[in-house]
């Protein structure tokens, strides 16, 4: 993954030299919001926005499945980059059909000429404006969730108020120790810092099952944001983590409840469509030469979240209201 300095392209990848051998993700730039009451300069609207994304990345499949869940196919676009991403990082396999760019850091400049910064999916696109609104995924998907209702009968709140701050502190253990823990353990350049990753990765996961043994989902016992944030980790996770991150002491499929919970969360109505392990696998065997450097993609393993999940019993229905 590169970068852009000041407007020019860099291919260089994470300066793990300056961390003592740890990962450390850099903060997304643009933080605009769309609004449903015209609060911001983003008003909601059907056709305005579009999303650029990743089928292969986990925080750009969030804004895919929050997109389908809230039936909002209709109302924002969508283009889906290349699954490798080499020396040009995040490119599109034909220009791009509302900016014209054939890479994703062209989008970028266009919205930001001079930019500076990594080059990330998910990217929310303003066609009114001809610019990038927002490109954190944790933010476009609440903007999904709720700000437009109006071009949708999906009433499915997956932050409800009252239990925002349950929900928020499930969100940052997670992400911590599990979505970017995964990361930081196969980003890792030092074994004290791998290590350490792998130990908060495999805790955090215990927990889970735990958590998971008495309830059906992870707050409130109702579907909510916290689990689609956790779900797009445990799919890619003995898929890639496993092998080419190296986290390897436990499958998903080895938890007695977390590997239910992974095929709940598959089989909710419009979720499969959403995942592609084609390219979920090519991107991450193929774009990282300094972990896998044949680029040799596994044929393996066999998976299927098909299997009946056996949690019903367990809380009430993924889309209830």
Not at 49 to 60: E, G, I, K, R
Request: glycine share 8%.
């Amino acid at each position: 993954m590169g970068l852009l300095i000041d407007g020019q392209w860099q291919d260089q990848w994470y300066d793990t030299k300056k961390t003592g051998g740890a990962f450390v993700r850099t903060e997304a730039q643009f933080r605009d919001r769309v609004s449903a009451d015209g609060s911001t300069p983003y008003r909601a609207e059907a056709g305005r926005y579009h999303l650029m994304v990743s089928l292969a990345c986990p925080w750009a499949h969030r804004t895919l499945i929050f997109r389908r869940l809230k039936r909002l196919d209709e109302v924002i676009g969508v283009s889906v980059v290349e699954p490798l991403m080499l020396s040009e990082g995040w490119i599109f396999g034909e220009p791009e059909p509302v900016t014209g760019a054939s890479r994703l850091y062209e989008v970028y400049l266009k919205a930001k000429p001079g930019y500076s910064g990594r080059v990330t999916v998910p990217v929310l696109w303003d066609k009114k404006t001809g610019s990038i609104v927002n490109n954190e995924s944790a933010e476009i998907i609440r903007m999904l969730n709720r700000e437009f209702d109006a071009f949708t009968d999906v009433r499915t709140d997956f932050y409800p108020a009252d239990l925002a701050a349950e929900i928020d502190g499930v969100n940052a253990f997670v992400y911590d120790a599990v979505n970017n823990g995964v990361y930081k353990a196969g980003f890792a350049t030092s074994q004290d810092k791998y290590e350490a990753a792998f130990d908060a990765l495999f805790a955090a996961l215990d927990d889970l099952d735990a958590r998971l043994a008495t309830q059906r989902w992870l707050v409130g016992n109702r579907l909510t944001e916290a689990d689609w944030r956790l779900f797009t980790t445990l799919v890619r996770f003995d898929a890639v983590y496993v092998g080419h991150f190296k986290c390897n002491k436990r499958r998903i499929a080895d938890y007695p409840h977390l590997s239910g919970y992974l095929r709940d969360l598959y089989q909710v109505p419009g979720v499969a469509e959403t995942v592609s392990f084609d390219h979920i696998k090519r991107h991450y065997y193929g774009s990282h030469a300094t972990i896998n450097p044949t680029g040799i993609v596994p044929k393996g393993p066999e998976l299927d979240l098909d299997v009946p999940h056996g949690r019903d019993g367990l809380g009430p229905d993924p889309m209830e209201a």
